[in-house]
């Protein structure tokens, strides 16, 4: 997204945020196109034949994003965060209340780094992830916050740092000890 886009969306956001409507139907088709990149990249995770679709993903957290009436969007990298947690809860919630496996399925283990990078393997299982980023928020709320936002949304080490105001050379150096914890947890 260029800088005049971020700007605008930035604006857009803030207005909405300020009770202005218009500023919403102005917003929608800026923002479609991110959403639906986050949901791709955590619909990529999920196991084939997954029965939640990429959009039906983007439309259930965009529904539940417009009817939070009192939220105050600081800026555009906020509001994607926010959107890649709440797509995180709805996956999750969708994995809870699955059926549990006959046990005829064959389980693909996969590595922690395999599991916590952006590619297009399928993850390990969601709900033990979550769990585990649960655990670490309770030790350490901004490691939890910067898996999240890399595993979950995609977002780079520049746009995490620009969310939790710190440098991106702290986002690294946060993501490595995150990764490590959370390797030993899921072992």
Known sequence: MSETRTHEVTELLQKWSGGDAGALEQLTPL?????????????NRELDGH?????????E????????????WENRAHFFGVSAQLMRRILVDFARKRPKSSGSEAVKQVSLEEALTITTKKSADLVALDEALDALAELDERKAKIVELKFFGGLSAEEMAEILQVSPMTIRREWYKAKAWLYHQLR
């Open 31 to 43: 923002i479609y196109a991110e959403l639906h990149r986050i949901a791709k990249r955590y619909m």
């Open 51 to 59: 029965t939640l679709q990429t959009t039906a993903l983007v439309n």
């Open 61 to 72: 957290a965009y529904l539940r994003l417009i009817d939070w009436k009192t939220a105050r």
